[in-house]
């Protein structure tokens, strides 16, 4: 039986208008330093952002979150052969994925959990906290 390890996690939120501070929850990064695990899942319910802001550029938005979960997908990569981004540890990754910044997509507080299996966890809390209710 495997044991439950600690992770933690960060809402991903668009936010199309900053001055008025509404968001939008549309994905979840997913950090485990003991399960060497770095991954994120997203989903963009395009009908909710443009009740939010009926100009908000869903095509750009997507594919700001989709980067976030390409960056979180791919292994470390030699230095050699890397951007500066590409050479940095999965840990040293989430922080910078989750550091405040003022954009349209934008990081929530950071959680923690424990889990044996971060990929059931990260589908659990995309299911759970940014997928419409069914």
Do not use: K, W
């Not at 989903?43 to 979960?69: F, G, N």
């Not at 791919?74 to 052969?81: G, L, N």
């Amino acid at each position: 039986m495997n044991e439950r390890q600690p992770f933690e996690y960060a809402l991903l939120r668009v936010v199309p208008r900053i001055e008025r501070g509404e968001a939008l929850n549309a994905g979840v990064v997913l950090y485990s330093r003991p399960l060497d695990y770095l991954g994120a899942r997203v989903h963009l319910d395009v009908e909710r952002l443009h009740a939010l802001d009926p100009t908000a550029d869903a095509v750009v938005i997507r594919a700001a979150l989709e980067a976030v979960q390409d960056h979180c997908a791919h292994e470390r990569v030699e230095a050699r052969h890397a951007a500066p981004a590409g050479r940095e540890d999965r840990g040293r990754r989430f922080r910078r994925l989750t550091a405040p910044r003022s954009t349209i997509v934008q990081a929530g507080p950071v959680h923690t959990g424990l889990t044996t299996d971060p990929d059931a966890e990260l589908e659990r809390l995309l299911t759970a906290l940014v997928l419409p209710l069914r």
